[in-house]
């Protein structure tokens, strides 16, 4: 890994992942491996996902009964866990996507005064 | 917990997936096999931590990691015995040596008696001189006061009791009327003794029996009261039992039966209701709701004016004051109370020392351990993780350390609980192991373990694994700088120097005791003690009818050199005193008196039996009686203070009734109540002019002292074998009590002493050998390039022997400065004494010596070809 691409990268904010894994399956249930292919894909490889912290965030979700997992084959015939939104997870992501909102606003606002300065 | 293992089920299955899965990503993007590998995996992180951090989600992990931090501190410790030995006997000695003198101090003078409102009972003793009030000072305080609900005094006194056919000497006590109300307890069987009872001479023959005495001489029969018994020959019915955990309120005397004080004449043998000068009872008071401390100290004074107006003679400059209960008021507990005080300050040295013992064993532990935790930092365990690992080993250790502290402070406290002190007296440590204290102890252990186990953790977060595993273990610059373990060794050392220092003061002071000139000899003489009373005698015939005839016997047993009887013998504990007048005196006031002297009544022959020299005149003879002129024979301090001479023989002296008294003889000066008195006056009068039915026998012989007691006690049974024998034995042996504060001071000051020095052997050696060890490749290379023995010895520990030096230099001044506290409890005892310096400084040197010279051995020895192949 060059230290190029390390400086574009951009490490995920603590709790975001359970977000975008919540996003992510959405569109129906996913493998692990697929959910961190699609969150590196879907963010144009700027957000790098630690694969490894994956499965801790999984399981947490599973837990709180957000998501559920079954059995399945993946795309190349192997054996693997599907993980699917249940409907307290689609809930949960309406409530953690306004949160966010708000959040990136507020971060933007507070840091568009400063962009003006040192633009000019 | 079914759900929780569903799905951990396949969780490294999954991953290894995944990784597979990502592998043919790489694969398909064109990368070789090898590196698609090598790029997933390093995608994926750290497989372990993942796997871990997933099955934390499922809950129980910290209780299972809990399980296996414990399960390998075990594992290590086992692996470690020093270590664990040192740390887990440094704990349990440091905290049950504080739990032991605690437990003391507060059976003895933190918790008061165990009665109702035990807060508002007190006790009266005079302002000067012992604790004791006579009969009509309590009656007067009694009966002209408005601030105490009750007022009562009680006598200790040992009885001839009849029970079952059977006559046993037992302690009891001469309880007035009030006392039981004044107490306020509920009896347990039957009633307890009232005012009707206390009311005059012969009013009630009734007694009250313990609740221990109920259990053990009375086989706990439930048909108890009615029972009638003798107590010295006179009838007495069992009225009732005190309750259970009732000692009565002297904590150290604990009586088995109680009896009205008004009966005291018929008991004692001598009536003293009516003698203003007979001080020997301990008052009780209970101060009524709401009344202050300075209320009744003002009406005290009121009280005490009015009996010195009305008793010139016997009052004047009587002041009361009042005083905690239990330890015959401040006569006792004051010294008690001190020398406690300062055991206690001991042990919490002690535990200070161990504290930093513990601390520096730690740190040298986690310094020794510094490269197997780089190495797990390496491999991605995170710094909690090890931060728990270290806890949970002090953790451990506090536990097992806590163990050995509540096991060996619980049996040493029960095992001092049910010991009684070598004396006849009814005296009992009444220390009891509470639970709380127990817990307490375990506490401590655990918190100064964790305490002091988390001290290297700076050290840990410091930590770089790189530099670590590099060096291997030992770090760039070994001990150069002055670490926190250093401080914490002269700190140690210093403090155990305190307790060495404590220790050998107080061992010189007890050797000097045990040497010491006592004005008579104790050595080679048998002494018997009995009181006739319990007998049927009484003061006016027991001389001749029992007691010459008792002496004459005695002095035909083959090879007795001497014998003499006296009412009591110096050292014995009753001694009395008794107010000296110059010949010239008119008023026998108190403000006009000379001196107080002990005086003592024997026959002819008791001074040479007890080796009392006789520097000059005659002994006391059996022709000094009552109706000849009254003669004493004094000793050199009591000739000095009334002529400022010792050629006294043939001069005079009046005692408090006026009767002008003869010396006859002068003898040498002795010891009379403690052995750390100053020296005392004393008189002996002749037994023939005043009987007395208490006898104390002492007999000089070179033979064999078990055949002599056995023949002396044919002798007694011969002439009445209703004679009780309450003490016999070698005099020496009796004498035990009166050593008794000084060998528990050295005994309790000993202990600690040893332990100092075990601590600081432990903690020196432990910090040489480390020091040493992280230091051997150095060393090695060091001799390697021809360093000098000397050199490398330097090197290796110049730094140590300079914690040593200042430590102890620092400890035996401390040590000096706090022994003088010692001086009120052990006779002579001063840490000035060249003897003690010098004892002091050769001992701390040579466990210095003894501590480093493993170590030095080893750093001597070094062998750079081996060692230095090795890394």
Redesign the interface.
């Known amino acids: 890994m060059s230290t190029r691409e390390q400086r574009e990268r951009v490490e995920l904010l603590q709790g975001t992942l359970d977000l975008l894994i919540l996003r992510t399956l959405v569109r129906g249930p996913v493998h692990g491996h697929a959910i961190a292919k699609a969150i590196e894909f879907n963010s144009d490889d700027v957000l790098q996902v630690e694969q490894g912290s994956l499965y801790p965030a999984l399981h947490r979700l599973i837990k709180r009964g957000w998501i559920s997992v079954e059995d399945g084959t993946s795309e190349n015939n192997r054996r693997a866990k599907f993980y699917r939104l249940t409907p307290k997870g689609r809930r949960q992501l309406a409530v953690e996507t306004s949160k966010w909102d708000k959040l990136a606003g507020a971060i933007a606002q507070i840091l568009r005064p400063a962009e003006r300065e040192g633009g000019s | 917990m079914s759900r929780r293992k569903r799905?951990l089920e396949?969780?490294e299955q999954?991953?290894r997936?995944?990784i597979?899965?990502?592998t043919?990503?790489n694969i398909d993007r064109g990368m070789a096999p090898e590196e698609a590998r090598f790029a997933a995996i390093?995608?994926?992180?750290?497989?372990r931590?993942?796997?871990e951090?997933?099955r934390?989600?499922?809950s129980f992990v910290w209780l299972e990691q809990l399980l296996q931090d414990v399960r390998f501190a075990l594992r290590t410790l086992r692996k470690n015995p020093g270590f664990a030995f040192s740390a887990v006997v440094i704990l349990a000695l440091g905290i049950s040596a504080n739990v032991i003198v605690f437990g003391v101090l507060d059976g003895l003078i933190l918790r008061p008696l165990d009665l109702p409102h035990a807060e508002q009972v007190m006790t009266l003793q005079p302002q000067h001189g012992g604790p004791f009030l006579s009969f009509p000072e309590m009656r007067d305080v009694r009966d002209g006061n408005s601030v105490f609900s009750a007022v009562a005094a009680i006598e200790i006194q040992e009885f001839g009791l009849e029970a079952n056919g059977a006559t046993r000497s037992v302690w009891g006590c001469e309880a007035s009327g009030e006392y039981f109300e004044l107490v306020g307890i509920k009896p347990f069987l039957g009633r307890l003794l009232q005012r009707a009872d206390d009311d005059h001479p012969g009013a009630s023959e009734a007694a009250v029996i313990s609740y221990s005495a109920w259990k053990s001489d009375f086989g706990a029969n439930p048909n108890i009261v009615g029972t009638s018994i003798r107590i010295d020959k006179h009838a007495y019915t069992i009225v009732g039992v005190t309750p259970e955990g009732f000692y009565g309120t002297e904590k150290m005397a604990l009586p088995d039966i109680f009896v009205p004080m008004a009966n005291q004449a018929s008991l004692d043998g001598v009536s003293w209701l009516e003698s203003r000068g007979y001080h020997s009872l301990f008052s009780v008071v209970r101060i009524k709701d709401g009344v202050s401390r300075p209320q009744v100290l003002a009406e005290l004074k009121t009280i005490v004016a009015r009996m010195a107006r009305e008793h010139p003679k016997e009052e004047e400059g009587l002041a009361l004051k009042l005083a905690r209960p239990g330890l015959a008021g401040d006569f006792i507990g004051g010294p008690a109370r001190g020398f406690l005080a300062g055991v206690m300050a001991l042990a919490g040295i002690v535990l200070l020392a161990a504290c930093a013992n513990l601390g520096s064993l730690f740190a040298a532990r986690t310094a020794d351990r510094t490269r197997e935790i780089a190495i797990r930092m390496a491999i991605g365990s995170s710094r909690w993780r090890i931060l728990r690992s270290v806890l949970i080993e002090a953790f451990v250790i506090s536990i097992f350390g806590g163990a050995c502290a509540c096991v060996l402070s619980w049996m040493s406290l029960d095992g001092l609980s049910s010991w009684h002190p070598p004396t006849r007296f009814p005296i009992k440590f009444l220390v009891v192991p509470h639970p709380s204290l127990i817990l307490m102890a375990f506490l401590l252990s655990l918190l100064a373990g964790i305490l002091f186990g988390v001290m290297p953790l700076r050290q840990i977060f410091k930590t770089d694994p790189n530099e670590a595993i590099k060096s291997g273990g030992s770090q760039a610059s070994p001990g150069r700088r002055w670490a926190l373990r250093d401080a914490l060794l002269a700190a140690q050392i210093a403090l155990c120097c305190v307790t060495v220092t404590a220790a050998f003061v107080s061992l010189r002071g007890l050797s000097r005791a045990v040497t010491m000139d006592l004005g008579f000899n104790p050595k080679n003489a048998v002494r018997y003690q009995f009181d006739l009373s319990q007998a049927g005698y009484t003061a006016d015939t027991v001389t001749d009818h029992f007691q010459r005839q008792m002496l004459e016997k005695v002095l035909q047993i083959p090879g007795v050199q001497a014998a003499g009887y006296a009412n009591t013998t110096p050292l014995s504990l009753d001694a009395s005193n008794t107010a000296i007048f110059s010949e010239q005196t008119v008023e026998f006031r108190p403000s006009n008196e000379a001196f107080d002297a002990y005086f003592y009544y024997v026959s002819p022959g008791y001074l040479a039996a007890a080796g009392t020299a006789l520097l000059a005149g005659r002994d006391v003879s059996f022709s000094d009686t009552a109706d000849t002129p009254a003669v004493a024979v004094v000793n050199q301090e009591f000739a000095r203070r009334l002529f400022h001479t010792e050629n006294a023989v043939g001069r005079y002296f009046k005692n408090r009734s006026g009767v002008s008294i003869q010396i006859v003889g002068i003898m040498a000066d002795g010891k009379y109540f403690t052995l750390s008195e100053d020296p005392e006056a004393a008189a002996f009068y002749p037994i023939s002019r005043k009987g007395d039915t208490k006898t104390s026998l002492i007999v000089r012989s070179q033979r064999d002292t078990g055949d002599m007691v056995a023949a002396i006690r044919d002798v007694v049974h011969e002439l009445d074998p209703a004679v009780p024998i309450r003490e016999s034995g070698t005099w020496s042996s009796q004498l035990s009590l009166s050593l008794f504060p000084s060998q528990v001071a050295t005994v309790a000051l000993g202990l600690f002493g040893a332990f100092g020095l075990l601590l600081s052997i432990v903690g020196t050696f432990g910090l040489a050998s480390y020091t040493v060890s992280k230091r051997l490749r150095e060393l090695s290379i060091r001799v390697a390039l021809g360093a000098q023995a000397r050199q490398i010895l330097s090197t290796a520990l110049g730094r140590m022997l300079i914690v040593l030096g200042s430590g102890s230099v620092v400890g035996i001044v401390l040590g000096v400065a706090a022994s003088r506290l010692l001086s009120a409890i052990v006779y002579q005892a001063s840490a000035q004494d060249p003897f003690v310096l010098a004892a002091v400084a050769f001992t701390v040197l040579l466990t210095g010596a003894l501590s480093v010279a493993g170590p030095v051995r080893r750093a001597l020895h070094i062998d750079p070809a081996q060692l230095l192949r090795e890394q």
């Open positions: 799905m396949n969780l999954d991953i997936e995944h597979a899965i990502e043919q990503d390093r995608k994926f992180g750290n497989v931590r993942a796997t951090e997933t934390e989600v499922w």
